[in-house]
């Protein structure tokens, strides 16, 4: 029997795929199939409820020493036409003006790799919001900023991760994994954290009871047997730990970076979006939700992958920079009623959580 073959027949009853059944698929691309089969399994952990938070993004610097060459968002101190760093004090008026915002749930905090802010400014960031929204969830901070936190505060990760739960984050942000492979992360982020390093502030995360989300950046220098391979390493760890809430997809938006303009790179179309998102689905059985993440994919995607999958659209978000500073046309905010109306047309049940998928 070939990969093809047993693929369809593990998936007809439940079982687990391995990578050479994972590539078939994919190489087969059967496309409908794919959706079908993906539907399948989103419906058997979540049957009908399609999610959504209300939550605010919160960027508090694009000043960075990382440099990356996929990133858009990122600048040099001195970059007078670009560099924004947030003093707590304009941190203090965006969560004012969040604290209006009607069933607010969740504050989500990424930034970037300042090279001259003490690890004290990110602590007193999550300390103000839950002065502010004692009862909101903090979402906040990726791997990379946690071992560059450990980095510059001569701490050890899991201190580091102590100390913000201390502060009050909830639940740590899954960017910064890009593709889990250091040979594309020597050519696309060479500065930052190895992809080691990304997964032991995971596995230390959730052995701390701090639950986290994880994401794959696709569609750039990786290869295919990479896109999997870190999928499969990403369901390892779930099987050892399971930490991890939910899966992100995010399809590189070449747009303004070094890395577009040095490979000549496009953004892949919908059809690859589409296939990965059900191929990730299959693939990571023991996660139970995987979003569809629509500031990346576009609104009229992101409805799509509802079918293909997805049971989570995130959010409201209020604000966000890092990925339309390389080129996403999306708005950087919408609506719980856009929302809800999006997951309604699909047949689905809108259901508004907070950040643990509990419902609101």
């Known amino acids: 029997m070939n990969s093809l073959q047993s693929a369809r027949e593990k998936i007809s009853a439940g079982e687990r795929l391995t990578r ?12 409908l199939y794919l959706a079908e089969s993906a539907r399948r399994v989103k419906e058997s952990k979540t049957g009908r409820k399609v999610f959504y938070v209300v939550n605010r993004h919160v960027n508090l610097t694009n000043v960075c020493s990382a440099n990356c060459p996929l990133c858009a968002y990122q600048c040099r101190s001195g970059d007078d036409n670009r560099a924004f760093t947030l003093e707590l004090d304009d941190v203090e008026k965006i969560l004012t003006d969040a604290a209006n915002v ?3 749930s969740e504050i989500h905090i990424v930034s970037s790799l300042h090279p001259t802010k003490n690890f004290s400014y990110y602590v007193d960031a999550v300390k103000l919001v839950k002065k502010i929204l004692p009862r909101v969830a903090v979402n906040a ?4 900023e946690i071992v560059n936190f450990a980095k510059i505060s001569g701490m050890s990760v899991a201190e580091v991760l102590g100390e913000l739960i201390a502060a009050g984050v909830t639940s740590l942000a899954g960017g910064g994994a890009e593709i889990l492979s250091d040979r594309v992360r020597q050519i696309i982020c060479p500065k930052k954290c190895t992809a080691d390093e990304w ?13 986290t ?13 990479e896109r999997v391979d870190h999928l499969l390493t990403l369901r390892q760890l779930q099987d050892e730990t399971g930490g991890f809430v939910a899966m992100m997809l995010f399809p590189f938006h070449p747009s303004n970076t070094q890395l577009g303009s040095r490979f000549n790179l496009r953004r892949v ?5 589409l296939k990965m998102l059900a191929l990730t689905r299959l693939a990571l059985d023991n996660f139970v939700h995987v979003k569809a993440f629509w500031v990346m994919l576009t609104l009229p995607i992101a409805q799509l992958a509802l079918s293909f999958g997805a049971d989570d659209l995130d959010g409201t978000l209020g604000e966000e920079k890092i990925i339309h500073a390389a080129g996403a046309q999306s708005s950087p905010s919408i609506t719980r ?3 809800e109306t999006l997951i309604a047309e699909t047949g689905y049940i809108p259901t508004e959580r907070d950040s643990f998928y509990r419902e609101v």
């Open 20 to 31: 050479d059944e994972l590539l078939a698929l994919y190489a087969e691309n059967d496309l």
């Open 102 to 104: 009607n069933g607010l």
């Open 141 to 144: 901070f990726t791997p990379v």
């Open 199 to 211: 997964l032991e502030v995971m596995r230390t995360a959730h052995s701390l009871n701090l639950p």
């Open 213 to 225: 989300n994880a994401s794959m950046l696709y569609g750039h220098v990786e290869t295919i047997e």
């Open 269 to 273: 179309g919908s059809w690859e979006d």
């Open 337 to 339: 009623s856009q929302l």
